[in-house]
């Protein structure tokens, strides 16, 4: 499997590929955009303090969140604010890696490495919010809580400093297998390394109480911390994204696509929102909304029923036009379509240059590995899939495709397409190269399935009855 060092610009990746076996591919983000400062080539004997600014200094709040009065990394927060916010102090946080699997994505959690700080945040591979927050080195993070530090440079992490900032709770776990002995309060867990002892730790909870029942040597120290939700680390999921981080935007829990027997005829949104602004956030509740929109529906009708775009788009060129059945009859437009780019749900509206009506959906999955990752957040829809049977009016349900569905699977479902895939190649005007390769684009029952190498669906393109079934998603 390759190694792959990205470089994110602004919302869009930029990719520079390296060959290196590893088990799943690695972004290194701002590692061009910011270098190590001039002096350090010219005085390699620096102290890391002097190269890479100070030790971050953060507030621990269990069950919740790690970060300081600039930032913070919230459980339940989309993976795109995550990013966002090392975007924006990319000169004090530098050198993060993006892990993920990438033949199975939806196997292992998604994580972003602050290798520099020693961080790790893991992020629910289906919902891509942030489920866990590991701290993994100690020596370069300085951590407090409620305002008292119980780690820095001059304060080490050891079990009587745990007990003094923390207070008691229940006996710990020993693993013998790490060697690791787990001490845990709710929705945060401490591992101390048991390597050099001779015995395993033991406790008499019949006898005393707390971390005083614990017969473990003094000086014992933390070698990773855990913020999750629940008593169980094993047991935790991501939670619901926190009131802080609507930021005045819409979110879709799901979109359920609407269709006949011959194909889609619209979108149904079950819609998130939030109140904001100054004195509303402590008074503020998540209202569910439910919105519907058609092919042919009106650029009006559209702004009226999800508000305005994150994006408008134009659209320069088709370059599809090749795989129309006769291109060269079609007229030049003086006017070009456009499209409304929903960026939080996941959602593009295509619309007509003259008539101003909807004729085309994209939906996107925002798999990592994919050349546009990161710029939307991932749609979790539902297309109920029909197969034709008996006359040509006569179609049976043939199950319900969703944003985790593979290609092989959807074949089984509605038949292989009958002609060939059209392949797909994304490269920006700057940097031509895509170290993710290309994509295949299968057009069935007025929808159109950008597949990706690993099987898995990048984005669902769904057409109206009168529109041209032969483009491809945007570019």
């Not at 303090?49 to 927060?77: C, H, I, K, T």
């Not at 989309?78 to 975007?87: E, F, N, S, V, Y």
């Not at 079950?270 to 569910?288: E, F, I, S």
């Not at 659209?315 to 939080?344: A, G, L, R, W």
Request: charged residues 15%; hydrophobic residues 40%.
């Amino acid at each position: 499997m390759n190694v792959v060092f990205v470089v994110i610009v602004v919302c869009r990746l930029a990719y520079v590929e390296a060959g290196a076996e590893a088990q799943g591919c690695q972004y290194y983000l701002n590692s061009i955009i910011n270098p190590v400062p001039a002096q350090s080539h010219r005085t390699p004997n620096l102290p890391p303090l002097f190269l890479y600014g100070p030790m971050l200094d953060l507030e621990v709040v269990p069950e919740r969140s790690l970060g300081n009065e600039q930032w913070e990394f919230a459980l339940g927060m989309p993976l795109a604010q995550a990013i966002a916010i090392l975007q924006k102090h990319c000169r004090i946080i530098r050198n993060v890696q993006v892990l993920y699997s990438e033949q199975t994505p939806l196997c292992h959690d998604l994580i972003l490495n602050l290798t520099q700080d020693g961080i790790k945040l893991l992020f629910d591979a289906c919902n891509q919010r942030l489920k866990v927050i590991e701290v993994y080195d100690l020596s370069k993070v300085k951590l407090k809580y409620c305002g008292v530090h119980f780690n820095s440079q001059a304060i080490a992490p050891t079990i009587e400093q745990i007990d003094q900032s923390f207070g008691a709770t229940h006996p710990g776990v020993y693993n013998a297998a790490e060697q690791l002995f787990h001490l845990n309060f709710r929705g945060l867990s401490f591992s101390f390394q048991l390597d050099s002892w001779n015995e395993a730790p033991k406790y008499e909870p019949n006898f005393a109480h707390g971390l005083a029942s614990l017969q473990i040597p003094h000086g014992a120290t933390v070698k990773r911390m855990y913020i999750y939700t629940g008593n169980s680390l094993q047991d935790t999921k991501a939670p619901a994204m926190p009131l802080a981080c609507f930021l005045g935007n819409v979110f879709a829990e799901c979109v359920d696509v609407l269709r006949d027997g011959t194909g889609p005829l619209g979108l149904r949104l079950r819609l998130l929102t939030a109140g904001c602004g100054p004195g509303v956030m402590a008074d503020a509740k998540v209202r569910v909304l439910e919105r519907c929109i058609y092919f042919g529906d009106s650029c009006q009708d559209v702004l009226s029923t999800l508000g305005s775009p994150h994006k408008v788009f134009y659209k320069s060129e088709d370059k599809m036009k090749i795989h129309s059945p006769s291109p060269h009859k079609q007229v030049p437009s003086k006017c070009n379509d456009y499209f409304f780019n929903y960026f939080t749900l996941g959602v593009d509206i295509l619309f007509d240059a003259t008539t101003h009506l909807v004729k085309k959906f994209v939906l996107h999955t925002n798999f990592p590995g994919h050349y546009n990752f990161n710029i939307y957040h991932r749609c979790d829809f539902k297309i109920p899939l029909t197969n034709k049977k008996g006359g040509a009016d006569s179609h049976t349900e043939a199950g319900t495709l969703t944003t985790y569905s593979k290609w092989d699977l959807i074949q089984e479902h509605i038949g292989h397409p009958m002609e060939k895939p059209v392949v797909l190649h994304r490269s920006s005007s700057a940097n031509n190269s895509n170290p993710f390769g290309s994509t295949f684009c299968f057009g069935l029952q007025r929808m159109i399935f950008e597949v990706m190498q690993n099987n898995h669906i990048a984005s669902v393109t769904l057409y109206g009855s009168h529109s041209r079934a032969a483009e491809a998603p945007a570019q």
